[in-house]
């Protein structure tokens, strides 16, 4: 049934078939004009020239017909949107080519000559396989084709008073049969893959879409988790924080970041195409992404009873060609995996070192049980985890797998040398960076919130609305604003109490979610921008919806910013002191 409904000429199936089927007329005119020119030749002399002459018109008014069609189709710039009518076009010349050549039976079939009857046969037989690559697309095309050119030979020689014409009349019907056969073999494949490819985009279509939802159901836990732990930071000193609880926080706040960092490589489509990873190449120092993984992985280490021999060089410094985010998370997995695997006690040793190659060699050695040299062999296919299962280790297989693509994509290599009892050493090679010159890496943990309003020497008073429905984004907008006296923080939980208090308030900017329980977001604004009261009100999206197509729409709807969740506190005084500006000065 589903083929079925694909081989209706109004299906994406008919677009596809006509870009086919358009793709190769040129080719075949051409071979069309050739054996055309080459019939003619062999047949003067042996046929009337009147006749030869008449069909040699006729063929090439088809010819000039179908370039015509040929050259529209490809100029046409709504070719998808009506794919009947080039339908249609390319079918009626395909007939009236199939019938040109039928005509070659009654005006230039010489009587009595075997020999050039059987070149007469040789020329149908070689253009009625060429026509098959280029017809079989479409069934219909190719029956036609294929029997005006084919059924009326075989009659004829079946006619003649020879037996050795009758003999090739079948062989030619046989043909005919088989050349059939095959081009409706060729055409059930072609539907065939064609449903595969339609299956493959709806799922990849569902797959965006549940990235869309993941990405809005995985920033809103993770804003609240990075912006009140920020917060506890900035006010640390008022609420009494010991140190200790201090750096636990920024321990979050680190890990929180990262986690954060591969949601936005996950959540972006054009990185997790088959094969295909957005790889940004800069000077990263290596020292640094290994102390970051540690930081992530220490409480793992003291729960596993497993100390730690980092071997770092004196100036901190060691720097790579690599992906800064791509690394670390190869690290992590290394580390990870060293922990896990490890012995009870056990140890671990991180070394690094330039070598031979002009590379930068790290290193990440445990004191585990070591792997086999039979089970080496198989270390990167996907969920082999070979005996580790009876031991309750968590994981799924597939992490050594990701670090060796990302590690080859970033122009390294990755590799394990171990034997059974002995531990094993897990490496990777990276690119050493020499030439760049070494500067100290800021290490920021949280922006400060500004002590002082946002606009500067300004008298006025501000209203600012935000339109959200989850209590802990408001409770972090407001903490953020709230060292800004001249500011008024309105918020509304629902779309309908936003309008509201729009419509009963002098508001200088809209903060606004889209995601809202009755009201979208977007359409809000859309409303905002078509009142004269408002158009000119900044609207800022304040939002979880990550992905390009949700930014897209947003710019279409008419906001002036979009700013993501979990909120980047610097970005967000900047935006709201850069419209608030433009509101005074309006």
């Not at 990185?271 to 102390?291: G, H, P, Q, R, W």
């Amino acid at each position: 049934m589903q083929i079925k409904h694909l081989f209706t000429e109004d299906s994406e199936l008919a677009v596809e078939k006509n870009r086919l089927l358009y793709h190769s007329t040129i080719i075949s005119i051409l071979g069309v004009l050739l054996n055309v020119l080459v019939l003619d030749m062999v047949q003067w002399g042996f046929v009337a020239q009147s006749d030869i002459i008449l069909w040699t018109c006729i063929m090439l008014l088809t010819v000039i017909y179908r370039s015509i069609c040929a050259i529209g189709y490809k100029r046409s710039p709504n070719k998808s949107s009506n794919p009947r009518f080039w339908y249609r076009l390319y079918f009626s010349g395909v007939c009236m080519t199939a019938i040109g050549w039928g005509l070659v039976v009654v005006l230039m079939f010489p009587q009595d000559d075997i020999v050039h009857q059987v070149f007469v046969a040789f020329i149908f037989a070689g253009v009625s396989a060429a026509s098959i690559s280029s017809l079989s697309f479409d069934k219909l095309s190719s029956l036609i084709y294929l029997s005006f050119m084919l059924v009326p030979l075989s009659v004829r020689f079946v006619i003649e008073h020879d037996f050795i014409a009758n003999m090739m009349g079948l062989m030619i019907f046989a043909y005919f049969g088989i050349l059939i056969s095959s081009a409706s073999r060729f055409n059930r494949q072609f539907i065939n893959n064609r449903l595969l490819t339609q299956q493959a985009e709806r799922a990849n279509a569902a797959k965006s879409e549940f990235l869309s939802s993941m990405s809005h159901e995985l920033r809103t836990p993770m804003n609240a988790i990075l912006s009140f732990s920020k917060l506890m930071l900035i006010d640390g000193d008022s609420n009494k924080l010991t140190a200790v609880h201090k750096s636990n926080l920024n321990e979050i706040v680190h890990a929180g970041e990262h986690l954060l960092a591969l949601i936005n490589e996950v959540l972006d489509l054009s990185k997790i195409e088959s094969d295909s990873f957005k790889i940004t190449i800069e000077a990263v120092n290596l020292i640094a992404l290994i102390e970051d993984a540690l930081i992530m992985t220490r409480p793992l280490l003291t729960q596993n009873n497993i100390t730690l021999d980092f071997d770092k060089d004196a100036n901190e410094y060691c720097m790579v060609y690599a992906d800064r985010i791509k690394t670390k998370q190869v690290i992590l997995n290394l580390l990870s995996n060293a922990i896990k695997y490890n012995a009870d006690p056990g140890s671990i040793t991180i070394s690094h070192q330039i070598n031979n190659a002009g590379k930068t060699k790290l290193s990440i050695k445990d004191t585990g049980p070591g792997i086999t040299k039979k089970q080496l062999k198989h270390l990167f296919v996907p969920f082999k985890r070979f005996d580790v299962d009876k031991n309750n280790i968590e994981g799924t297989g597939i992490g050594l797998v990701i670090a060796k693509n990302l590690v080859e994509k970033m122009g390294g290599e990755i590799g394990c040398d171990s034997s059974k009892g002995q531990g094993s050493d897990f490496w990777i090679t990276l690119p050493t960076a020499d030439d760049f010159k070494m500067s100290e890496e800021a290490q920021v943990v949280a922006e400060a919130i500004p002590a002082e309003p946002l606009i500067q020497n300004s008298q006025q008073n501000y209203t600012v609305l935000y339109i959200e429905d989850e209590m802990t984004n408001i409770i972090i907008v407001e903490q953020l604003l709230q060292a800004n006296k001249n500011i008024t923080l309105l918020t509304a939980m629902t779309g309908k109490d936003g309008i509201e208090k729009i419509n009963s308030n002098k508001i200088d900017l809209i903060l606004l979610d889209i995601n809202l329980p009755d009201i979208n977001g977007l359409e809000i604004c859309r409303e905002l921008k078509q009142r004269d009261d408002y158009s000119n009100v900044p609207v800022v999206a304040l939002s979880a919806n990550a992905m390009p197509d949700d930014i897209e729409q947003g710019k279409q709807a008419g906001v002036d910013g979009y700013l993501l969740k979990p909120i980047d506190f610097a970005a967000f005084n900047e935006t709201i002191s850069t419209y608030l500006h433009h509101s005074s000065a309006s």
